[in-house]
């Protein structure tokens, strides 16, 4: 519960300042994806580069691993009623194979991003906050499954979290 609470946290950036002291803040990457279409304009980075674990890549178990990690995260976001609307009828392989590469260059972890920046990707999806939370959640307990320790996770969530910006529709 404690950990749930903090890391949702810190998705709203109530403990920035924490984070930043720490020397956590992600870098941002110069190989965002390009926007296609001018009038999008990210407010965050989709591949902001954490250089300050360069373990943890590995930590996540790599490609295999992050494979694994987002199958499991996306059978849970089919099952739960904050997240299912969006991805029951969507190509959920691409999806998934998008996201380990993501997450891959997120961890600095030997892959490139072809996929499109957050804010397009998202656009008119009309995701509100409770379904943010929902998949947040769900790729929480994903991870707590696959023993990634605590520490790491919030290295992934506190990258992921600016991005919450681009993708919710107020
Ligand atoms: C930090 C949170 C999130 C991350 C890192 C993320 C990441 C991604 C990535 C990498 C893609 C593929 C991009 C592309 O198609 O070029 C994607 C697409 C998608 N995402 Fe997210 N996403 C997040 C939040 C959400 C939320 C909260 C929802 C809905 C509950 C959602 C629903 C979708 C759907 C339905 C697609 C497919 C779009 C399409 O095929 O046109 N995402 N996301």
Redesign the pocket.
Known sequence: MFKTTLSLALLFGASTAAFAQENLAPQYNVQEPAVSDPSIKPTAPTTPIITDDEHLYETFGGREGLTALMDDAMARWLQNP??RP??EN??QA??KA??VE?FCVIMHGPCTYS??T?AE??RG?N?KEG??Y???EELQVAMNKRHIPFRAQNRLIAA?AP??RD?IDK
Do not use: E, W
Request: no cysteine; net charge positive; proline share 0%.
């Open positions: 904050k997240t969006f991805f969507a190509d691409r999806i998008l996201l993501q996929g499109r957050m990707a998202h999806m995701v379904n943010f929902g998949l947040v992921l991005m919450h993708i």
